[in-house]
DNA sequence: AGTAGTTTGTCAATAATATAACAATAAAAA
DNA sequence: TTTTTATTGTTATATTATTGACAAACTACT
């Protein structure tokens, strides 16, 4: 039964896995894939994956599995992967620079269309051949050029502040690294906050609790 | 009721978001706070709140709360905060060398004491300090200082042979941001997995399907 | 000291998530 | 063509996580 309609966290947090386990299946010539060999590969029980899937749509054939490559299209699609999304960043410090050149936003539905930090120092700098620019130009510009999700790579203290700027600028969706916790008391704003430093402690943790 | 065995990892995910409030909440001034309290500002129930927190101890005091300061420094404790866990980092790209630059290692109870790359034009360069060195001294290096955490910033086709090295060097714990997925079943091995383009792309889909 | 007002720790109830089971159906083999 | 085998979609069950409720216990006031 397909419908993509109240679709819960877990099952969507697992959906990029699915995407890119699939790439690599077709990248290695395999056509089709059972939910069972799925399954042993990605380390999700069979019918956990059979359920998933089954959110947005009847991908699979009774007796054959699923299609490789018409499962990671369809899954690319929910993804949102052909999207152009405009995109700014916020923030050209050492994380804020390592972003913009190290992801591949292209692939995965972005287009990082500016850059923008408080120090006019950096101002002019190329990354990624963007410009960055001075943080008091990003009025003007979201105002010309209507980008709709922001990713933030600057300290807490500034964060609350920045939001409350962009939102009202069409900002629909923020890719959040600061330290600061976006309240999802936004309506209509979609928000990934990343926090490193808590993946980080959660290493730690771990690693203090081995058997 | 104290003893942290099986505590489920819902809750470990919870731990560094509760520090890090506590951590401001004690940056400015506030001695005492009830579950409440702590329930408002952060947007979870109290009574998740207190069931969180007993997983580990009783902190509280009835009619009371709990006192900032040392539920700070217990849940610190908790998350190994003044632990000094030697950690090296593979790959000394545009995210490698922001991570190591960026992140507060000491704070979070790592050390961050070697940098690697297979770019042999890399070596000598210093990062944090801490020169680059190639990654055909990672064995040695490993044998003779014995770090425990490695910091993989490498491309996934690198990660499994890097692992299955590093393993029988007495590394107990991954920082992972490869797009290669670790799996668990190396026994006494902590992973974290990263995934920054996954969190993009979970970006992406809550973006397509904003009311 | 006694009492009223808080707030925890914990148990019980509910909700969410994951797993197992299986009939329905298609592919492959005979 | 018929039978066997594979594998899905889907319902039922089990497990895990969250929320609600309340007695016990402490604080703070009178």
Redesign the interface.
């Known amino acids: 039964m397909a419908g993509?309609t109240n679709v819960s966290v877990s099952v969507?947090?697992r959906?990029?896995?699915y995407?890119?386990f699939l790439g690599e299946l077709k990248k290695s010539g395999i056509v089709r894939i059972s939910s069972g060999e799925l399954s042993k590969r990605?380390?999700f029980t069979a019918s956990q994956i059979r359920q998933d899937l089954n959110c947005f749509g009847g991908f699979g054939q009774q007796g054959y599995g699923y299609n490789v490559e018409q499962l990671y299209r369809e899954i690319g699609k929910?993804?949102?992967?052909d999207?152009n999304?405009k995109a700014i960043l916020i923030g050209a410090?050492?994380?804020g620079?390592?972003?913009a050149?190290?992801?591949?936003?292209e692939q995965?539905?972005?287009n990082l269309i500016g850059i923008f930090d408080k120090n006019e120092a950096l101002a002019g700098q190329l990354v990624r051949n963007i410009p960055i620019r001075h943080i008091s130009g990003m009025y003007n510009f979201c105002r010309d050029n209507s980008p709709?999700?922001a990713v933030l790579c600057i300290p807490s203290e500034n964060a609350k502040d920045i939001i409350e700027e962009l939102i009202p600028l069409g900002i629909?969706?923020f890719?959040n690294f600061s330290?600061y916790?976006i309240?999802?008391n936004y309506p209509?704003?979609?928000?990934?906050n990343?926090?490193?430093?808590?993946?980080?402690?959660?290493?730690?943790?771990?690693?203090?609790?081995?058997?």
């Open positions: 993509n969507i947090k959906l990029p896995r995407y890119r990605m380390g929910i993804l949102g992967v999207n999304i410090g050492n994380l620079k390592a972003i050149t190290h992801m591949s936003f995965r539905g972005f709709v999700v629909k969706g890719w330290h916790d309240a999802n209509d704003v979609a928000v990934e990343v926090h490193l430093s808590d993946s980080l402690m959660m290493l730690s943790y771990r690693i203090n609790n081995l058997k």
